[in-house]
C-alpha cells in the first residue's frame, strides 16, 4: 500500500481546565476548516459550528484531542506540567459521547500554536519542532496530524479519502456500545390505539422530570400472541442535535441497552433513562432527539422454533424516533 500523507483530525486532548502556558508557544501559523466531510468510526463531524473542529494545516487534517474525541478512536492522553504530554493507544469502547457547539460559525481561517515541551506517542518522545507536521495548539486543545506515520503505524487506524466522501477514520477493536443491562419493566396495557396495523410498535418520547429529562422508550407487543423477543446486535442509542441556524449539530450520544425476553400479548417492555447531557447546564435552545433503531424485530411465539420479523417502522402515529424540544 503507497504510503500517504493524508489529513486525518485526530480528537484532541481536553487539558481539563489547564490552559495552555504561553511558554508552551513556540510560534503560530495560519489554519483552515476543512472542504471536505470527516467520518470517525460511523460518525461525521461537522466543522462549521464546532468549539473544537478539525483543522487543515500544510494539506494535512489535525484531529482535536478533547476526551471524548480520543476515546471514540481508542486513545488514552495524559498532560502533567512536570512530564508533558503522552498519547497512548488504549482500544477502550465507549457509551457516551459529547461535543461541545456554538451559535458562531467558525472563520474559515485561524491562528495555531505550534506546541512545545515533552510529548510521547505510545512511549516515543516526539521532537515537535523538527516536525514536518508538528502538534499545535487551538482554543487550549492539542490537535494532532493525521499522517500515515501516526494513523497507520503507531494506532493501526484505517481510512479512505475520496473527493465524494471525503476522509472516513476508523479504529478496528473500539465499538460504540452499551454495558448496561436493561432494568426497565414489563406492564400489561389492555388494547393500544395508534399503533396501525404494527405487530411491535415502539414509542419514544422525551419528558421533564424536576431538572433533568428522562428518555422514555416503550416496546408492545401487539400480535396477540406471547411472544419471545429475541436478542440482537444492533446496538441502539439516541442522539441529540442542537438546532443551529437551519443545521442540526449533534451534541450528545449514548449507547443504550434494549429489551430482550418474555413480552406477554398486550404489554409494554418499558424503560426510562436519565439523560446526564443536562446535567453540565447546556445553552437555551431548540434540540432534537432521534433513536437509532434496527430495521426489523426477531422474536418467536411462545413455545414455537421459527424465527419471525416485524418491521421497526410503519403506519401507526404512536410510533416515533424523533422528538423536538425547547430549552429555555
Known amino acids: 500500500m503507497k504510503k500517504m500523507w493524508i489529513s486525518l483530525l485526530l480528537t484532541a486532548l481536553f ?3 489547564l490552559p495552555v ?3 508552551y508557544a513556540a510560534g503560530t501559523v495560519q489554519v483552515s476548516l476543512p472542504g471536505h466531510a470527516i467520518t470517525l468510526n460511523g460518525q461525521t463531524i461537522s466543522s462549521e459550528y464546532s468549539r473544537y473542529p478539525f483543522l487543515v494545516y500544510q494539506d494535512i487534517t489535525y484531529f482535536p484531542m478533547t476526551y471524548y474525541d480520543c476515546k471514540l478512536l481508542g486513545l488514552r492522553t495524559v498532560w502533567t506540567k512536570e512530564t508533558g504530554l503522552s498519547i497512548e493507544k488504549s482500544g477502550a469502547n465507549l457509551s457516551e459521547y459529547i461535543r461541545e457547539v456554538q451559535t458562531v460559525r467558525n472563520a474559515k481561517t485561524q491562528r495555531a500554536q505550534i506546541t512545545e515541551g515533552p510529548i510521547a506517542v505510545n512511549g516515543k518522545v516526539i521532537d515537535n519542532v523538527k516536525e514536518p507536521y508538528p502538534i499545535l495548539s487551538f482554543r487550549d486543545i492539542t490537535y494532532f496530524p493525521l499522517t500515515w506515520r501516526f494513523a497507520v503505524e503507531e494506532f493501526g487506524w484505517d481510512y479512505e479519502f475520496d473527493n465524494a466522501a471525503g476522509l472516513t477514520v476508523s479504529s478496528p477493536g ?6 448496561e443491562e436493561w432494568d426497565g419493566a414489563v406492564i400489561e396495557y389492555g388494547s393500544l390505539m395508534g399503533t396501525g396495523n404494527m405487530e411491535l410498535p415502539c414509542m419514544f418520547g422525551v419528558f421533564a422530570l424536576e431538572d433533568q429529562l428522562d428518555v422514555d422508550i416503550s416496546l408492545y407487543n ?6 419471545l423477543v429475541l436478542e440482537d446486535d444492533f446496538q441502539w442509542e439516541y442522539q441529540i442535535y442542537r438546532t443551529i441556524g437551519k443545521k442540526d449539530e449533534l451534541v450528545y450520544r449514548k449507547a443504550i441497552p434494549f429489551f430482550s425476553g418474555e413480552l406477554p400479548a398486550s404489554h409494554f417492555a418499558s424503560i ?3 439523560d446526564h447531557y443536562w446535567d453540565k447546564m447546556p445553552p437555551d435552545g431548540e434540540y432534537k432527539y432521534v433513536l437509532i433503531h434496527p430495521a426489523e424485530y426477531r422474536y418467536q411465539i411462545s413455545g414455537e422454533e421459527q424465527i419471525l420479523t416485524a418491521p421497526a417502522e410503519g403506519d401507526g402515529y404512536r410510533v416515533t424516533f424523533s422528538e423536538t424540544i425547547m430549552k429555555k
Open 222 to 227: 401487539a400480535t396477540a400472541e406471547n411472544i
Open 174 to 179: 473500539v465499538s460504540f456500545t452499551s454495558e
Open 15 to 17: 487539558l481539563g481546565s
Open 21 to 23: 502556558s504561553t511558554a
Open 272 to 274: 426510562s433513562i436519565s
